[in-house]
């Protein structure tokens, strides 16, 4: 088993290593700019994990697989950001704030290529399916992002159309990210699949701490505008499970989707969601919910032949803010 200081140190290494080329500088400084502002790094760091669970040395192709993960999952912020009209991300200006629409169009296009250019570096033994299941992972990614933008303009998103989508937006990369660790390890197909299940149901978690977080949250830490969800209408968690116990979703409706003039009228408008959402007890509803997708995750390990601590103290390290 691989030392959870060890795996921080190795990811802290690799992403100090990654280059992209120069040139155009246009093209590629984005990408860099990116990789440079950093982030939580839990895929690669997962995929580590994962790996050094089956194994007391990583292999080197591991490391191509985790920076593969994360360079794709940068790619989606990139494009992400410019559909949310996010102006932050981790606390700086977005791509296209800096640079421009186009460019960061480009940029994503760009930054995914080259994940495929890294994900193909899998061992030989693993590689087809290693690039299968990233590719497959890599297209549900933009179902959810689809679902995602399609629930802004609808009112009656259920629970369950929403779990699907943040299935597909979130969780399915995290647990992709688990599942390659173990392959490239070396895993057997059962002890691989129970991996991927650990992942999706972390990953289930952690948007759901997102949603919660993106409300609750202290904006230095969640490195973004605390109440952007509110402002864009999107249908999080929080907003689904008020409009399931609310006696009155006209009224809730009219604050959510009344539209802000000025910084003031913003202010107001996520002070008053908010409210709504204290009244209906939904943050705690939302902490309970995280909690029992991270009891989801540990107990699809449990069964596993080996020690999974590492994996408990990456969940509790994930999303122990939120709970």
């Given at each position: 088993m691989t030392d959870a200081q060890l795996i921080s140190s190795e990811v802290e290494r690799l992403f100090a290593s990654v280059e992209f080329t120069s040139e155009p500088a246009g093209l590629y400084d984005p990408l860099r700019y990116m990789i440079g502002i950093g982030g939580k790094r839990l895929r690669p760091t997962l995929c580590l994990t994962a790996c050094g669970l089956f194994c007391e040395q990583l292999p080197p192709e591991v490391f191509d697989c985790a920076a593969a993960l994360e360079v794709f999952h940068t790619f989606t912020l990139i494009h992400d950001d410019i559909m949310d009209r996010s102006p932050l991300r981790r606390g700086v200006p977005t791509v296209w704030k800096k640079w421009n629409e186009d460019t960061a169009i480009l940029s994503g296009d760009?930054?995914?290529?080259?994940?495929?250019?890294?994900?193909?570096?899998?061992?030989?033994?693993?590689?087809?399916?290693?690039?299968?299941?990233?590719?497959?992972?890599?297209?549900?990614?933009?179902?959810?992002?689809?679902?995602?933008?399609?629930?802004?303009?609808?009112?009656?998103?259920?629970?369950?159309?929403?779990?699907?989508?943040?299935?597909?937006?979130?969780?399915?990369l995290i647990a992709c990210s688990a599942k390659v660790g173990a392959m490239v390890a070396g895993a057997g197909a059962e002890e691989c699949e129970t991996l991927y299940r650990y992942g999706y149901q972390l990953g289930m978690a952690f948007q759901v701490a997102d949603d919660y977080l993106d409300a609750y949250g202290d904006e230095k830490v969640f490195g973004k505008p605390i109440g952007g969800d509110i402002i864009n209408e999107k249908k999080s968690w929080l907003t689904i499970r008020a409009l399931q116990k609310t006696d009155d979703p006209a009224a809730f409706l009219e604050a959510f989707c009344r539209e802000p003039a000025t910084p003031e009228e913003r202010r107001a408008k996520i002070a008053e969601v908010k409210r709504l959402y204290d009244e209906l007890g939904v943050a705690d509803d939302a902490r309970a919910e995280i909690r029992r997708y991270s009891a989801l995750a540990l107990e699809a390990v449990s069964a596993l032949p080996i020690d999974t601590t590492p994996l408990s103290d990456f969940s509790e390290k994930l999303i122990g803010r939120a709970k």
């Open positions: 760009v930054m995914l290529i080259d994940a495929y250019k890294r994900i193909v570096k899998a061992p030989s033994f693993c590689r087809d399916a290693v690039v299968e299941l990233f590719s497959k992972t890599a297209a549900e990614v933009c179902e959810g992002q689809q679902f995602d933008m399609e629930f802004e303009s609808r009112t009656d998103v259920s629970m369950p159309e929403y779990e699907q989508m943040i299935g597909l937006k979130t969780a399915v």
